[in-house]
């Protein structure tokens, strides 16, 4: 117990908690900021300047949203490291960090680039231009967050099955360990709402129709995403 107390580092816990935290406060602002512009209303019922305002704040949400995901998850296995320092261990948790880090980046350049011109992101009613598949994005976004969330749950399991302790004290750890699963269920719970979006383009003048109903259709995504990154570090 000694030698595990020593590799603690209240410095950097400190610094991983601040930085995960600000990022997650960023993420719940700008989800209020995108109430006082239409969040959660149909379309019909919102400005075009409000629109674009709207959007602009959506894209950057999805971006800082990324971002809170991946502190989380690398405060994660910053935390088992510090648990488990086996070198075997220590090589697959770099694995899933690179492929986490790779993520974020990869989803940070789709949210930024997926219009041509990029400002059609903020104001689709142009009609100049082309947006990326909404759906492909969707899908290609919470694969692989849903795998890296899987395989940072797995991470200790190995190493508490290796624990010279009786079967219920293992049992109680890897329940402990293993309460992190609500995330990927957060994430395909997510997934499902978003579906609700693929046919739908949410600037259509004519409240009657499907369409006019983006924006409003836009908050449960938006909610679960806060969602599923806030009781993380609760």
């Given at each position: 117990m000694d030698g595990l107390y020593a590799r603690d580092d209240p410095k950097a816990d400190r610094s991983s908690e601040l930085n995960t935290t600000t990022t997650i406060v960023l993420v719940l602002g700008l989800n209020y900021g995108m109430i006082a512009h239409g969040l959660g209303k149909h379309a019909a019922n919102v400005s075009l300047e409000?629109?674009?305002?709207?959007?602009?704040?959506?894209?950057?949400?999805?971006?800082?949203?990324?971002?809170?995901?991946?502190?989380?998850?690398?405060?994660?296995?910053?935390?088992?490291?510090?648990?488990?320092?086996?070198?075997?261990?220590?090589?697959?948790?770099?694995?899933?960090?690179?492929?986490?880090?790779?993520?974020?980046?990869a989803?940070?350049?789709?949210?930024?680039?997926?219009c041509r011109p990029i400002r059609r992101a903020w104001m689709p009613w142009l009609t100049e231009g082309t947006c990326i598949d909404?759906?492909?994005?969707?899908?290609?976004?919470?694969?692989?967050?849903?795998?890296?969330?899987i395989a940072i749950l797995?991470?200790?399991?190995?190493?508490?099955?290796?624990?010279?302790?009786?079967?219920?004290?293992?049992?109680?750890?890897?329940?402990?360990?293993?309460?992190?699963?609500?995330?990927?269920?957060y994430s395909m719970h997510l997934v499902c709402r978003r579906s609700s979006l693929w046919n739908h383009r949410p600037l259509s003048p004519d409240p009657e129709t499907t369409h006019a109903k983006g924006v409003f259709k836009i908050r449960k995504c938006v909610t679960f995403q806060a969602m599923e990154v806030f009781p993380i570090t609760t």
């Amino acid at each position: 117990m000694d030698g595990l107390y020593a590799r603690d580092d209240p410095k950097a816990d400190r610094s991983s908690e601040l930085n995960t935290t600000t990022t997650i406060v960023l993420v719940l602002g700008l989800n209020y900021g995108m109430i006082a512009h239409g969040l959660g209303k149909h379309a019909a019922n919102v400005s075009l300047e409000d629109q674009a305002i709207f959007f602009k704040i959506l894209l950057a949400f999805e971006c800082i949203y990324v971002t809170a995901v991946m502190m989380v998850k690398l405060a994660l296995i910053q935390m088992y490291l510090r648990i488990f320092p086996s070198r075997r261990f220590k090589l697959v948790s770099a694995i899933i960090a690179a492929t986490v880090v790779a993520w974020w980046i990869a989803i940070c350049a789709v949210c930024i680039f997926q219009c041509r011109p990029i400002r059609r992101a903020w104001m689709p009613w142009l009609t100049e231009g082309t947006c990326i598949d909404l759906k492909a994005s969707f899908i290609g976004n919470a694969i692989p967050n849903i795998a890296t969330d899987i395989a940072i749950l797995c991470l200790p399991v190995r190493q508490i099955l290796k624990l010279q302790v009786n079967v219920a004290q293992k049992l109680s750890l890897l329940v402990i360990f293993l309460l992190g699963g609500l995330d990927p269920c957060y994430s395909m719970h997510l997934v499902c709402r978003r579906s609700s979006l693929w046919n739908h383009r949410p600037l259509s003048p004519d409240p009657e129709t499907t369409h006019a109903k983006g924006v409003f259709k836009i908050r449960k995504c938006v909610t679960f995403q806060a969602m599923e990154v806030f009781p993380i570090t609760t």
